[in-house]
């Protein structure tokens, strides 16, 4: 279950996904399979190889994209991987939300 978003923070999400832009979300997450995570970013971009080639530079695989549930393709970063990502890219600051 998503919480502590803003309808206009997914729109933002969704229209730089759409225009071929990589587009960072972070939210608040609550999911049985992973207790110890209390936050999920998720990366996409409309254009897969692209999503594809900047995952394989953070050491994702491209058959990790998450493509079937959504026509927003993405990436779910957790845990020490994800505050890894969020500070190689600068925006580290994504998991002071609250």
């Not at 225009?19 to 997450?29: D, I, K, Q, R, V």
């Not at 491209?62 to 970063?77: A, G, M, Q, S, V």
Request: proline letters at 3%.
């Amino acid at each position: 279950m998503a919480f502590g978003i803003k309808r206009h923070e997914l729109e933002e999400w969704k229209a730089k996904i759409d225009s071929g832009e990589l587009a960072f979300l972070t939210h608040y997450w609550i999911d049985d399979r992973f207790p110890d995570y209390s936050t999920v970013t998720k990366v996409g971009c409309r254009d897969l190889e692209k999503l594809a080639e900047w995952g394989r530079k953070h050491g994702l695989r491209p058959e990790w994209i998450d493509k079937r549930k959504t026509n927003y393709p993405h990436f779910d970063l957790l845990g020490t991987k994800q505050a890894e990502i969020l500070e190689q890219e600068g925006i580290s600051n994504h998991l002071l939300k609250g």
